[in-house]
Every structure is written in structure tokens, then in C-alpha cells.
């Protein structure tokens, strides 16, 4: 009920605090159309209920489909809109959420069959991430937490939930520019001889040699991230988040995930895998990722020297001193002992997380131009390691 009265709150903002571009009207919009959207799909899930025989040929004739899939996606982008423009995001959420609900109900519609689905762009793609990914970890971090103080809604939540949704959403764009230096690749040099012995391993082998060569290439790339200062105001996105949970990964510079992803995909895709071990290590990375950014105390013992775990990787994400240019690898610590990066003292979990300074500021829109915009002299040095 208290997400309601917030609704009614910012529905009843006064006309002087809601100038055009505050996202007040895309949010109203937004909440207009995904009611109409799910009145629609209502009507068409029940029509014995709710219709009238009299005017049941407009049904038929496919228009209301036509009208239910603008009604939809206009819900879908006005919400967005809104949760871009609008501080308080109680309006965006809500109309999404409806709009969601409502996509998902017209598309696993009784009798009249399915929707294209690529109407509905990545939105389907997020709805299962969250559900999926947060179902999973949501309790393993209230049970198991390493800090038992923190709440799922914690500060900024919002913020990373809204990396989580556009990096769903662009998938299919970001799949394309990910494949492209391997394509490149693959049209030039010839690999046939090293391809003929890759695929003749075992399943498991390969996914496990796949794991290697990606996190091999990870952990220079990310490394570079840390290096170069141009690279780094890319990079400090990811560190500015001073709460760790599933989601906090999640926060990433658009720039970075296709930088990264497609140099990792280069072994993946150029060396010849059989495609059911890259789609076995897709699967594990999805999880593993979430997985050693989660609130999870849970103590590895002698595995932690083999495997990233949650403690490994909130280290790299340490603010303090003894945190800063460590632990670059995300699935085997090996590469942090072989290339002299490698930290985890006994038991400890760093004091506090977060870039030196906080240099970085707040909102998807203002970390997305960070990385272009000038230091200010009164900035703090932005390299970790200074
Ligand atoms: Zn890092
Ligand atoms: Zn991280």
C-alpha cells in the first residue's frame, strides 16, 4: 500500500513541479497505456466476461492485436522514459511493471497462440534474467549474508536494476558488435588444424578450457581497465557501487561491456568449441558473475584458492589500501599468483567498498557521460593505485 500512496504522491504532483521533461507526463502516459494494455488482454483472456457477442467481430478482424501491441510497446517506452527523467520512479516502475505483466499475458495467451517476440525486444529476456538470477539469489543472501545489516531494496538499487534491464534489452544489439573482431577473425587466418584437435576433446574439457581462455583474456583486458586512466573513467562505474549484492555487477559502462565481451567471445568463437560447451559456459558465466558480486558469507575453505568467490572478488572491490589492483580474475585466482596481483588474506572481507574519492556521480545517465567528461581539478587522483 505504500507503493499506491507514492503512485497517488507523484500523480498528484502540482502542476508548477512538473515541467514538461520531468517525466511526470511519460510516467502518466506510461500508467495510462499499460492499463489499457492489460484491460485489452483481460478482455481477450476472459471474453466471456467481460465482452459483448455484438462487438466481437472487431476481435476477430486483428486490429485490437495491432492497437494491444502499440498500446504495449508505447507503455513499455513511455515508461522508460519516465524512469530516465524522473527522480522519483514510483510511476516508471509501476506502468512497466503493468506493461510487463500485460506483454507476458498476450503473449502466453490460451487459443490465440503467441505474439512475435521480437516485439517486445529484450523485455522478455530481462523479465526471465531477473526472475531466474534474483529468485535464486535474493534468498541465498538472506540467509547465508556477509553483511547481515543490508536489505535487497538497498541504496541505488534502482540505479543497477536499470543497468540490468537496458543490458537485457540490448542483447541483441550488443550480441552483434560481440561477435564482430571474431568474425573478423574467422574470415582471415587459418585455424582448421588447432579447431580439429579443440573439438575431439571431452564436453566438460572444453567448457573448462573455454572458461580458461576467456578468463585469461579477462584478466589482461581488465587489467588495462585499471592501467590506462582513459580506460579507468570507463571502469569506475563498475567499482562506484558501495553496497555488493547479485545485482551490483550488474552496473557496468555500456562502452565496457561490449569492449570486454567481445575480446573474452575472441577464444570462444575463433577456436572451434563445439557450440553446446560455449552454450554450457554462457550458462556458468550468467550465474558466476551474479554469484561473486552477491552478500554471501558462505566460507570457501581450500577451493577459494581455485575459484573466484564471492570474498575473492569483493576484495577487488575494496576501497581501502590493501584493495586497490587486486584480484582481476573472475572464474580462476591462478592468474592473480602467476601475474603478482593476487590478494585474499585468511579470513577478511574488506571495511568498505567503492572508488578512492567518489569521483563517481550518481544516475545511469551521469556515469553513461562520465567517462567523456574532463576531471575536475578538485577531483581526488583518479587512479586507484595513486
Ligand atoms: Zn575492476
Ligand atoms: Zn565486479
Known sequence: MNLLRKLITQLETPREQRPLGSGWLSGSLALLAAITGMLIVLLRWFPETFSYPEIAFIQESGVVTIFLRFVLLSGYAL??????LSARKSLGWTALALSVIASLMATTQPELGTAPQS????????????LVVGFLFVPLERFFPHHGDQTVFREEWQEDMFYYLVSSMLVQILGFITLAPSNYINAQADLDGVRATIVALPFWVQ????????????YWVHRAFHTFPALWRFHAIHHSTKK??????????????AVLRSLTALPMFTLGFDPAAIQAYLLIVYFYSSFIHANIGWKFGFIERFFVTPRFHHWHHGSDRAAIDINYASHFPIYDWLFGTHHLPEKDWPENYGVVGNTVPK???KQFIYPFTKPKPTDPPQMPGE
Open 207 to 218: 567448457v573448462i578450457v573455454i572458461m580458461m581462455a576467456t578468463d585469461f583474456v579477462q
Open 119 to 130: 516485439l517486445y525486444f529484450g523485455l522478455d529476456y530481462f523479465i526471465i534474467n531477473v
Open 244 to 257: 555488493m549484492d547479485w545485482l551490483a555487477g550488474a552496473r557496468m559502462h555500456f562502452i565496457e561491456i
Open 79 to 84: 515508461s522508460l522514459l519516465s524512469l530516465i
Open 363 to 365: 544516475g545511469y545517465w
